[in-house]
């Protein structure tokens, strides 16, 4: 067999095909486009989105180091840093803790560091560097505010250093300044120089501070690995090496926050990317199947000069691929920037707070790219086969239409009908239409999906979740769903609630008083647990629970103003107000067990619960979702526990000798609703210098969902704008080739005597049909599709009541006539452009 090289000759075939159909070139590279776009986008949302929730972590955690070593003397350090699997480190030095009573709810630790270790940690200065001289010192923002000190270099500041053997008081010089969150857990940190340790706690054993606990004089070792992949095995494996004995630590942020870890975080943006593809699909498909059908005599003859279908389908493979390298430079740099935009809107879907932080990953860039590729490829390669299958006898005669079945004639009694022809005319390639028809259904589908979710939020209901009256003053130490905050957790006092209830206007304040307890194991909850408990990992949660013997209880004592929420949170048993309050009855809820149990209560209505610390027993009134009177509770749950419900009265009382007393989690004012601007102005006047508490009111929280709304809108609305912009691509397209690939077959009609009049009824008619043809599948399957997938999202979804409604399928209807009406002009001016005579000479 002789094999020539034909590679040249493919190739330009290729391009004079390309350069021979600009409009279908066009249509192809902004499907294409449209494509990559909103695939970049969704990488880049879900990358940065998940490079934001490393980063907060980190934040949290104090520094981006991949993990460290802890509590190490100088040869211990020395032998560690210089490891070849480490490829950089920071060093940080314990000296001691500020002892100022002004940071007493605000611990500030103080260290001497490197540079490195400041860059890792995030220390990012306004002004100045680390300090060199003996009284130098590094503080951030609120702790000199804290000290009353200006924000600028050379500011002097009196600080107490507590050593563990001495107190260092002197006046220090401050030699740089940073900006951070108060309420991180690593934000209060104080840097000193080294001239200052060497003077001051250069004689302090190490290994003497590390047995008594105070670690003065011993270092940290945060070191960056060579990736972030089993950050824990190759620290080990530095500690092997070494044959040192020491503490470590890995950096949560790497191992255990991803927006990845949870399959179900994923979804959205699985079927985002499966919707666009198929979109994108169905779109370059349909144009390429209508230019291979329009082309099919030039295959034809192609093939009786000796083009094989592989080098048939090589031709419409190369043009696709040359049309995918134009447009893949558009679609990523298009879809990174819409990424960058939509990334802080996303990152506000999170309850918790996520700084923006963008992603540059080539990932986004590769993925983006591949996906883009796949649907080019799989919707080319059909087409491709198509062309290479006909023979050249075929093509001669091939006019779009399936010949595969015998021709029946109709007979009719009244003459031909234009509608019937129009009719007629739509069924003659059953799959052209089937691919138009699907790509408007599903852009019809996703847009009154996302309308029917976004009319099922509900703002009582929202509302009802995080607030029962109109203003809520709360401490967010205990609060906080980001992890432990600095601050005084006994700030909201009974004093202070009686001094907002005092204001003017103010008709009743309802408290909530919280205590965390663990009681012991009994028969009931010990049957739950151990079933639980088999195989499990000797650190896991549910070991620790068993190791202790105790359930952990988040208690609350509720006033009368939250009892109107028990009853829409009860799942078992019945709420008695009169029995409430007599102080012998409790309300527990779902516990917080794992997912592989079936059973999800330790008790039930009925049992009798105990509490050593309060010196008391209860009987269980009512069953109450895990979630049960959210608004009035601390917003997290603890592991294998549950949250209790007494009257506030149970909780006032005084403690056992061994007890702390209970906190105040909240008070709700009640306001007389022609005095509220003026309580909440004063309100506001007493909460503000408590740095622990925050005021919001009704309004504050319709604010939040009106701005969620907002987003969900705009991202919601943007995604459908572009699907449906990819279907009335392909709805054009498809109108436009279907009246060009029939130029012959209308000449011939107006030969024998049809006017243009009805040449264009015709035309309209074809488009009347197509879009009644929508409306009847998106009536019908569509609705049908719409509410089953928006009743699921928002059952998945707190603040919702689904509600179906008609109004989009009826809003597309008039959009649909009037792009059917548009196109149907177009096509037939272009028909019309040449004369009948020129058209008849084409099938020549």
Not at 159 to 182: A, C, P, R
Not at 477 to 502: K, M, W
Request: hydrophobic fraction near 40%; glycine fraction near 6%.
């Amino acid at each position: 067999m002789i094999v020539t090289n034909n590679r040249k000759v493919i190739s330009r075939l290729a391009r004079k095909s390309l350069q021979a159909n600009p409009a279908r070139n066009w249509a192809i590279i902004c499907a294409i486009v449209l494509t990559t776009l909103l695939i970049t986008a969704v990488f880049t949302m879900a990358l940065s989105i998940n490079k934001s929730m490393e980063r907060a972590q980190m934040q949290t955690t104090g520094s981006d180091f991949h993990g460290g070593f802890k509590y190490l003397n100088p040869a211990e350090m020395e032998q560690l840093r210089v490891h070849p699997s480490i490829k950089a480190y920071g060093v940080s030095l314990k000296v001691g803790e500020v002892s100022s009573s002004l940071f007493k709810n605000n611990r500030v630790e103080v260290l001497h560091v490197d540079d490195s270790y400041a860059k890792h940690t995030f220390v990012d200065f306004i002004e100045g560097g680390l300090p060199s001289g003996e009284n130098e010192i590094v503080l951030n923002t609120w702790e000199l505010d804290m000290l009353g000190a200006q924000h600028q270099l050379g500011a002097v500041v009196r600080l107490d250093i507590d050593t563990d053997e001495k107190v260092i008081s002197q006046n220090f010089t401050v030699s740089g300044y940073y900006e951070t969150d108060k309420n991180l857990a690593m934000s209060g940190l104080a840097f000193v120089s080294k001239a200052f340790t060497d003077k001051n706690i250069s004689g302090i054993d190490p290994d003497h501070s590390e047995a008594t606990g105070s670690y003065v004089n011993t270092s940290d070792l945060g070191v960056m690995l060579d990736n972030s992949f089993h950050i824990e095995e190759k620290i080990k494996g530095i500690l092997a090496d070494t044959g040192l004995k020491v503490e470590y630590g890995v950096n949560p942020a790497y191992a255990s926050v991803s927006l990845f870890d949870n399959l179900l975080n994923t979804i959205p943006y699985i079927i985002v990317i499966l919707i666009t593809m198929l979109s994108g699909y169905l779109l370059i498909y349909n144009i390429f199947y209508i230019s291979v059908v329009r082309d099919v005599k030039f295959y034809g003859l192609l093939k009786t000069i000796g083009t094989t279908p592989r080098q048939l389908r090589k031709i419409i493979h190369t043009q696709a691929h040359w049309l995918y390298l134009v447009s893949l430079p558009f679609g990523l740099g298009l879809g990174y920037l819409l990424g960058r935009l939509i990334t802080p809107m996303g990152n506000s879907f999170s309850s918790s707070s996520v700084g923006t932080v963008y992603s540059s990953s080539p990932w986004i860039f590769v993925g983006a790219a591949v996906f883009s590729y796949l649907t080019v490829r799989i919707a080319s390669s059909k087409p491709g086969r198509m062309a290479s299958r006909i023979s050249p006898v075929e093509a001669v005669k091939f006019a779009g239409i399936n010949s595969g079945r015998k021709t029946r004639t109709k007979k009719s009694k009244h003459g031909a009908k234009l509608h019937h022809m129009a009719f007629s005319n739509l069924f003659r390639s059953k799959k052209k239409l089937g691919l138009m028809l699907s790509s408007l259904f599903l852009s019809i589908v996703l847009f009154s999906t996302i309308f029917t979710v976004i009319s099922s939020l509900d703002v009582n209901k929202y509302l009802a979740t995080f607030i029962s009256g109109d203003l809520l003053v709360q401490n967010e130490v205990l609060t906080s769903i980001t992890g432990g905050r600095n601050g005084d957790p006994y700030r909201l006092t009974e004093a202070f609630s009686d001094q907002l209830g005092s204001i003017d206007g103010v008709e009743s304040v309802d408290k909530v008083y919280y205590r965390y307890e663990r009681i012991p194991f009994d028969d009931t909850s010990r049957a739950v647990l151990e079933p639980l408990a088999v195989g499990a990992a000797p650190d896991s949660p549910i070991s620790w629970t068993m190791k202790t013997g105790k359930i952990p209880v988040d208690l609350y004592g509720i006033d009368p103003g939250w009892y109107t929420l028990v009853g829409k949170d009860m799942i078992a048993g019945e709420f008695d107000q009169m029995k409430f309050d007599s102080g012998k009855y409790i309300l527990i809820s779902n516990a917080d067990l794992s997912d592989d149990s079936e059973i999800n209560t330790y008790y039930h209505p009925g049992d009798i619960l105990s509490f050593p610390a309060l010196g008391k027993s209860y009987e269980v009134m009512a069953l109450l979702k895990q979630e049960g009177i959210y608004a009035a509770t601390t917003k997290h749950y603890s592991a294998y526990g549950f949250n209790a419900f007494l009257p506030s009265s149970e909780l006032q009382e005084e403690p056992l000798a061994d007890s702390d007393p209970a906190m105040i989690v909240s008070a709700t004012l009640h306001v007389d609703p022609a005095k509220l601007d003026s309580v909440k102005q004063a309100a506001k006047t007493i909460v503000q210098p408590a740095d622990e508490l925050s005021l919001k009111s009704r309004e504050d929280y319709k604010a939040e969902l009106g701005g969620f709304i907002t987003i969900f809108q705009t991202i919601g609305y943007g995604l459908s704008f572009v699907i449906a912009l990819i279907g009335v691509l392909n709805y054009i397209n498809t109108v436009l080739t279907g009246v060009l690939s029939r130029r012959n077959e209308f000449a011939v009609l107006e030969s024998i005597g049809m006017t243009k009049k009805q040449l264009k009824r015709v035309l309209i008619y074809e488009g009347l049909y197509n879009v009644l043809f929508t409306v009847l599948i998106t009536s019908t399957l569509g609705v049908l599709l719409t509410h089953t997938v928006a009743k699921s999202i928002t059952n998945a979804m707190a603040f919702t009541v689904f509600r179906m409604s008609w109004l989009p399928f009826i809003l597309t209807v008039p959009v649909l006539l009037i792009i059917a009406y548009t196109v149907t002009l177009r096509a037939y001016k272009t028909l019309s452009q040449s004369t009948i005579v020129e058209r008849l000479r084409e099938a020549e």
